[in-house]
């Protein structure tokens, strides 16, 4: 099955998964922050039926993507790089159109310099690692994307830490209907009309 | 007539010049184009198709704008015509107010005492004065993080009888 075929959606509790666990994620993620250079960390998880959930270190960052409906178009969580393995940064992974918006919410408004992200396996599901500095110049930039694999392991090692307090939510697809309405008559009755 | 690419930029840009004093009666647009292209460094003569909303200036001319004209870039670049500029950097009273009186009660049996509680209420703040949304949707996401508060502690108690 090729699986970039498959839609990614955002999964009907994202936005309440991002601040139901606010308190225990900042108490996981301050425990890594700084560590590398990283001043925020984000992690994306899609399960095989293409749901996205965040889990973050500064949810106000995906809050504002859900919000304005500008997840959909931030290449981090576009098929063709959640299904592969290279890391790339942000400003490569932004597309024309959505640029300014995309940079303004990531990064204008929490004063992030620059930021990483890079795909994964993570048992059932595909994992997207996101690390955001606040000082960064080109050398910090080379060094970061040659430590990738340091970074994925301080990812990798939050998000264990995450699944053994916070249930994450079932792999069933959840479907959304919209209620659908229809008038039953029950006391008509069609009679057989008999000629004269 | 309005038909540039960028227009609802060049609205809010000119609006907000016009409020502030930036002014010359003998430009078109009534605005002062040597100020503009003061405060982002730029050619006047971009700074005329800004004004026509031909051109949008890219990410940092906003933050510099931003910064002159004292608002918020976010503002210039998306925020509804209409509706005033929000000043920079400030969290509403009202929600303050909120998040310490509906979550210190839950941090009076707390192991970490005042300095967790502190440091709850500053990060907090701090989330909910970038998030750009609805003051309904605000007071939905104060009440979902203050939740949290009881689970980790519930987590926290379960992990040290434990131990």
């Known amino acids: 099955m090729d699986v970039t075929a498959v839609p990614i959606t955002l999964h009907p509790l ?9 308190q225990v994620l900042r108490r996981i993620f301050s425990d890594v922050l700084g560590h590398l250079e990283t001043d925020y960390i984000s992690i994306a998880l899609i399960d095989q039926y293409g749901q996205l959930i965040f889990l973050s270190s ?38 024309i159109e959505s640029k300014n918006s995309l940079y303004h919410y990531k990064q ?41 694999q340091a970074l994925l392991a301080m990812g990798k090692f939050c998000l264990q830490e995450i699944i053994k307090v916070i249930p994450l939510p079932n792999q069933q697809k959840i479907y959304k209907f919209k209620p659908h309405l229809e008038l039953v008559i029950n006391n008509q009755v069609n009679y057989e009309k008999t000629p004269t | ?34 100020t503009l292209a003061g405060f982002v460094g730029a050619s006047e003569q971009i700074c005329r198709r800004y004004i ?26 998306f925020g509804e015509e209409g509706y005033p500029a929000p000043s920079k950097n400030v969290i509403d009273e009202a929600l ?26 500053l990060g907090l703040v701090r989330d909910v004065r970038e998030i750009d949304t609805s003051k309904e949707n605000l007071l939905k996401i104060i ?21």
Not at chain 1, 14 to 21: M, Q, R, W
Not at chain 2, 55 to 70: F, G, S, W
Not at chain 2, 105 to 110: A, G, V, W
Not at chain 2, 143 to 163: F, M, P
Request: charged share 20%.
């Open chain 1, 14 to 22: 994202a936005e309440e998964y991002l601040f139901k666990h606010y």
């Open chain 1, 58 to 95: 500064k949810p106000s960052i995906e809050q504002n993507l859900i919000d304005k409906k500008l997840w959909s178009l931030d290449g981090s969580y576009h098929p063709d790089f959640i299904y592969q393995d290279q890391p790339n940064t942000w400003i490569n992974l932004n597309c």
């Open chain 1, 108 to 148: 204008g408004i929490t004063g992030l310099r620059a930021g990483f992200s890079m795909a994964t396996n993570f048992g059932e599901y595909r994992a997207v690692f996101s690390f955001g500095l606040k000082h960064c110049n080109q050398k910090v930039h080379e060094e970061m994307l040659s430590k990738h």
């Open chain 2, 1 to 34: 007539m309005d038909t540039g690419h960028y227009q609802s930029f060049a609205n809010r840009l000119i609006d907000l010049m016009k409020a502030q004093g930036f002014t010359a009666s003998r430009s078109p647009n009534g605005i002062c184009i040597k």
């Open chain 2, 52 to 77: 026509r909303g031909d051109a949008l200036p890219d990410y940092e001319k906003v933050k510099q704008l931003a910064a002159h004209l004292k608002t918020n870039p976010g503002w210039l670049l």
């Open chain 2, 96 to 121: 303050l107010h909120y998040i310490l009186k509906q979550s210190h009660h839950l941090y009076r049996n707390s192991q970490g005492g005042n300095d967790d509680y502190a440091e709850f209420v």
């Open chain 2, 143 to 163: 009440d979902l993080a203050i939740g949290s508060i009881s689970s980790y502690e519930g987590t926290r108690n379960k992990q040290s009888l434990a131990v």
